[in-house]
């Protein structure tokens, strides 16, 4: 029996949600795992997709498959919260078809980027980006770039192989909710870091440091004008659309 389960989680305690050979329980998957193990469910997680260090989750969404004695998903989500640390919550636990693949069956996946103009804090440091300056138009003007289907290889981590860096972006924008700046962003699939690559060169057209046409060269190919990486604290995989 196939269950698919919604998950939510502080990124800052995992060294990433991909099990690593060496460090599975300070992975995300890998720790879950463990914590099927302790209830006899000897099985595989599978995520919608990676995140890496220090990048939260609000709704990320791994299946499993399970004895067919945990049907009552009412229990098994209770059961399974008491088995997971504090920073990983079960919000939803849903019976699936066997067909269904929390990765390959996704249609879209969506980012939400956290901004905090002024000084940071304890309480939402590990959490938000906090920068001093925030030039809203002039950010709104920029994003509208990435909406459509591009070739992305120069917003992704450097070292990352993938069969192909193109990506449709169907949705990118910025709004304002209370105290922060949110930068949403949905995409069919997002390249590794593709997100930090994109919110980070943002925030230096924020800045005055580079321009909308700098921008818009980097997504044609034709030059590289910044490789920052925005934080990872302000990072949230928000939504798995299927």
């Known amino acids: 029996?196939?269950?698919?389960?919604?998950?939510?989680?502080?990124?800052?305690a995992f060294k990433g949600s991909q099990i690593q050979s060496s460090q599975n329980v300070d992975t995300v998957n890998g720790t879950v795992q463990k914590c099927?193990?302790?209830i006899n469910?000897?099985?595989?997680?599978?995520?919608?997709?990676?995140?890496?260090s220090g990048v939260h989750a609000s709704a990320q969404v791994i299946h499993v498959d399970v004895p067919p004695h945990f049907s009552d998903t009412t229990k098994f989500?209770?059961?399974?919260?008491?088995?997971?640390?504090?920073t990983i919550k079960v919000k939803r636990v849903e019976r699936v078809s066997s067909?269904?693949?929390?990765?390959?069956?996704a249609k879209s996946r969506v980012y939400r980027y956290f901004i905090k103009v002024g000084e940071s804090n304890p309480f939402e440091d590990d959490f938000v980006t906090f920068v001093d300056a925030l030039h809203v138009e002039r950010i709104n003007d920029a994003i509208r770039l990435f909406i459509g289907t591009h070739n992305f290889k120069f917003f992704k981590k450097n070292g990352s192989s993938t069969a192909t860096d193109i990506r449709?972006?169907?949705?990118?924008?910025?709004?304002?909710?209370?105290?922060y700046y949110i930068i949403n962003l949905?995409?069919?699939?997002?390249?590794r870091a593709q997100v930090r690559l994109i919110v980070g060169f943002l925030l230096k057209v924020s800045d005055g440091k580079l321009t909308k046409k700098e921008l818009q060269e980097q997504l044609e190919l034709k030059r590289v004008h910044n490789r920052h990486l925005a934080p990872a604290s302000g990072l949230y995989l928000a939504k798995i659309k299927y």
């Open 168 to 179: 449709t972006i169907t949705k990118a924008y910025m709004y304002k909710h209370k105290d």
């Open 186 to 191: 949905e995409a069919n699939s997002f390249l």
């Open 41 to 52: 469910i000897d099985a595989k997680v599978d995520a919608s997709g990676r995140t890496d």
């Open 99 to 105: 067909e269904f693949h929390s990765r390959f069956s």
């Open 36 to 38: 099927l193990k302790l």
């Open 77 to 86: 989500k209770t059961l399974l919260n008491k088995m997971l640390p504090n």
């Open 1 to 12: 029996m196939r269950l698919k389960i919604t998950i939510s989680y502080n990124g800052r």
